[in-house]
């Protein structure tokens, strides 16, 4: 079961992967929310990898995560009949998101503006690449491409070798999380004055925000970053942040401080135990240590850098992921595995809070197993989702039960190539 | 009409570093009062963290701490005093929303855990969150964002092949794990509204990020078949990476490009006035399927443009692109400054500087930077006077005992 938190509200979800988790997160607070789709389906149904390797939409693996808990209806936006049913839908319905191209909606009278006449009540939420007015708002669009002009990409990579993107496109991801945050902060006067709005979603700034620090050092610090791989740092001050071990790589945070400077001492003890290291290391007081990340070291501190990193890789290099993360919980040492999808699958803390959720695909057979719930929620809990719908498997719940629709006008509607 | 989304909302505000503060200060930018609950005695993390004003750290010159931390009021409190626990906990009655982000003992060594706040308002709502959640054996991790992110499986996946690493920037994670948590508070928010009833949230921030990994998790638990990193090739695009422009004032540039079908080829090209007889580049599955040499191709009729000129011919033709942007680019950007993204915000002891603005533009209740982040303790006299209405001298006396500190 979803949670019961938004029960009762429901949401048209009009987005490709440029905002599919929004409708998921809604649907996994209890929210309807009902896929508007072409007849064919939509671009997100052919999304690669797919499970088994087979292309097929039941098997794709983004429809298959990010459509879970939501119906699916069909409708032809080109022809009259398909954009007067998805009205008829607007009408009852409170949100809507979407994210195609900016003005097709309203091209075809389903834009904001004639919609809120229709239900003054309608939060609706446009996902946008670069926004609605500057000169990129027309633009053609893939993850990648805001990946690149967030920021990120350019902090992605070797020296030497391109910028990267993630394995796993995230832009879409970020944007689709921010729809939902804005749509139910838009949801709270609502509930006082009974008036809806319409939301821009600007892609390019959410991935600027994941920056950090990093977009405020050119105007205070008066340098940027640029990608150097598994250090961190700027030339003068790099430090080692991904050492390979046995099996992979572990991260680790070596630096000073009242936050750091124990976890440094506590990894450093940990080594001597093991015969590496030197008695420097021991003695030196790590926790009044600080020499920024972003501020020139003094050659001493970089010997000693040098030093430390180098009996690090040495020492790593003895015992798996999996042997040093155990280690470094029971020490409090700021390390984690590079964990790949499998290191996941078995985290012992993840099985324990029973995170794991099965969820039956009667579709292919067989039952997934999911992450659980985004948060647990005390007094209505987030339970197991249910599969991803098939394209217009709703038609008939939503358009006859919802709109009241006869199965004859349906069966036309069918014939015409509306639904 | 309120002129904010949540104006009367009221939160106090126990969280530090990334997660707790960013999602707060959603709500903080929409008109809800937030006060901030620190203390000298131990200082967010970020307040030492950089880049400072001048490149001099300084508890009130973060910039890092500042950009969490806008529209929000602040005041400080040792809570290892019972004095200032009992302080905090008279403010629990004004607040709709708790938020705390400490290791899981903490809130519960002061006595400060939702059983016990509750007491005080029986419909509260508040939220925990810290890196693995309340509860199990590794509940008392201790880590930021950067571990999380390796934990949590995106170093894995960012690299140019097996065995290759090359980990975004940052605390990746802690801008993956607000957005959940604000969505669940604002719905627990509309949830007590409609049925009275408050409740505890318990967000792991490494279960947050698992939600952005889904199809591979769910793919491997199904198959076994792990996710590896790939560079950036992919199974929809090619080309499909960063291509070398034309460098500038010395400074290596970069453009992503991305075609999916056959007439972004052929518009691509026509936009080089080039042409390709390969037949390796013939079909989109060839280009797939070849996708290290046509990246090499592409470099090849990349390499002498600027990068800019080349996005605005590209785009116009119909090709998905745009510069490789940097830090110093992002605060520049056409479409940012279209949006207006930036602000300046005037700080106390920083004064004036960029600020990154919200993600979303609201029609009807826009939210704001409303003002630059507290320095410490900036809110005491509003807060413990106004409030709580302490006397001058009460207050003077609870500085000297460093309970107010």
Known sequence: MPSELLKGFRVLDLTDEKGALCGKMFADLGAEVIKVEPPGGCSTRRIPPYLEDKADPDHCLYSIAYHAGKKSVTANLATDDGRALVGDLVAKSDFLVESHQLGYLDSIGLGYDTLAKRNPRLIYASITPFGDTGPGKDYNWADIITWAAGGMMYMMGDEGKPPIQMSLPQAGLHAGGEAAVAMMLAHYPRQIDGLGQRIVVNMQACIVWTLMNEQAMPFLHGNHLSRTGIFVGSADARRKMVYECKDGHISILIAGGTTFGNSTKALIEWMRENGFGSDWMRTKDWVSWIPGVFMKLTDQDRKEIDDLETTIEHFLLTMTKHEIYTQGLKRRIFLAPVADVADVASDEQLNARDFWTAVPHDTIGRTLTFPGPFAKLSATPIGSTTRAPRVGEHNDEIYRGLLGLTPDRLNKLRAAGSI | ?405
């Open chain 2, 1 to 405: 009409m309120s002129r904010f989304a949540l104006e009367g909302v009221h939160i106090l505000d126990f969280a530090w570093v990334g997660v707790g503060p960013i999602t707060t200060k959603y709500f903080a930018d929409n008109g809800a009062d937030v006060i901030r609950v620190e203390s000298a005695a131990r200082p967010d993390v970020l307040r030492i963290g950089p880049p400072w004003k001048d490149a001099m750290p300084g508890i009130n010159r973060s910039q890092f701490f500042a950009s969490y931390n806008t529209s929000k009021k602040g005041i400080t409190l040792d809570l290892s005093k019972p004095k200032a626990r009992d302080l905090a906990k008279r403010l629990v009655p004004w607040a709709d929303i708790i938020v705390e982000s400490f290791t899981p003992k903490a809130m519960r060594n002061w006595g400060l855990d939702y059983e016990k706040l509750r007491e005080l308002r029986p419909d509260l709502i508040m939220l925990s969150t810290c890196m693995q959640g309340q509860t199990g054996p590794n509940a008392l991790y201790p880590g930021f964002g950067q571990l999380m992110a390796a934990l949590s499986g995106f170093y894995y996946i960012s690299g140019y092949g097996p065995g290759s690493c090359a980990p975004p920037y940052g605390a990746y994670t802690d801008f993956i794990a607000p957005r959940f948590s604000a969505f669940a508070l604002l719905a627990a928010l509309d949830y007590r509204r409609r049925t009275g009833m408050g409740q505890y949230i318990d967000m792991s921030q490494y279960e947050a990020a698992m939600q952005n990994l889904a199809p591979a998790l769910i793919d491997y638990h199904a198959t076994g078949r792990v996710l590896e990193p790939r560079g950036n090739a992919s199974a929809r695009y090619a080309p499909h990476g960063a291509y070398r422009c034309a460098d500038e004032d010395g400074n290596e540039r970069w453009i992503a490009i991305a075609v999916a079908n056959d007439e972004q080829w052929r518009v691509m090209l026509a936009a080089f006035s080039s042409d390709s007889t390969d037949p390796r580049f013939k079909t989109a599955a060839a280009r797939v399927e070849n996708a290290a040499a046509v990246d090499q191709f592409v470099n090849t009729l990349t390499r002498t443009h600027n990068a800019q000129d080349l996005t605005a011919k590209l785009q116009a033709a119909g090709v998905a692109a745009y510069p490789v942007e940097n830090c110093v680019d992002i605060h520049h950007d056409d479409n940012l400054e279209a949006f207006g993204f930036w602000h300046w915000l005037e700080h106390k002891e920083m004064g004036a500087a960029p600020y990154e603005g919200l993600e979303h533009r609201m029609s009807r209740t826009p939210g704001t930077l409303r003002s630059a982040a507290p320095i410490l303790g900036q809110d005491n006299d509003e807060v413990f006077r106004g409030m709580l209405s302490l006397s001058a001298d009460e207050i003077e006396q609870l500085k000297k005992e460093n309970v107010i500190f």
